[in-house]
């Protein structure tokens, strides 16, 4: 299983990105994917998550601004962030979590994508 993330840049206070998160190896129709992040020197803390229904859950600071979306036919997730701040650069990761057709829970985790907000 391995997950890709992909998007993150450098972009003005302000701006926008997408960040994207392609699933490979499994499908993960019944799992909950997450979008995490990671400032120097703090904890790495979740940002949004969108479970297999469609419902959504967000960190109260991106609220209005980020917007997570997922494809389950192209087993990809996304990050639609508008209206970026200098605090949101981190580096972002990608997880989905759930459990499998023997009910054994998974968490598997992509690789970070940086996004630096400048001021």
């Known amino acids: 299983v391995q997950l890709q993330a992909s998007g993150g840049g450098l972009v003005q206070a302000g701006g926008s990105l997408r960040l994207s998160c392609a699933a490979s190896?499994?499908?993960?129709?019944?799992?909950?994917f997450g979008w995490h992040r990671q400032a120097p020197g703090k904890q790495r803390e979740l940002v949004a998550a969108?479970?297999?229904?469609?419902?959504?859950h967000y960190e109260h600071s991106v609220t209005g601004r980020f917007t997570i979306s997922r494809d389950n036919a192209k087993n990809t997730v996304y990050l639609q962030m508008n209206s970026l701040k200098p605090e949101d650069t981190a580096a972002y990761y990608c997880?989905?979590?759930?459990?499998?057709?023997?009910?054994?829970?998974?968490?598997?985790w992509g690789q970070g994508t940086q996004v630096t907000v400048s001021s």
């Open positions: 190896g499994s499908t993960f129709g019944t799992g909950t």
């Open positions: 969108i479970a297999s229904g469609g419902g959504t």
């Open positions: 997880n989905v979590r759930g459990t499998d057709r023997w009910r054994r829970p998974y968490d598997y």
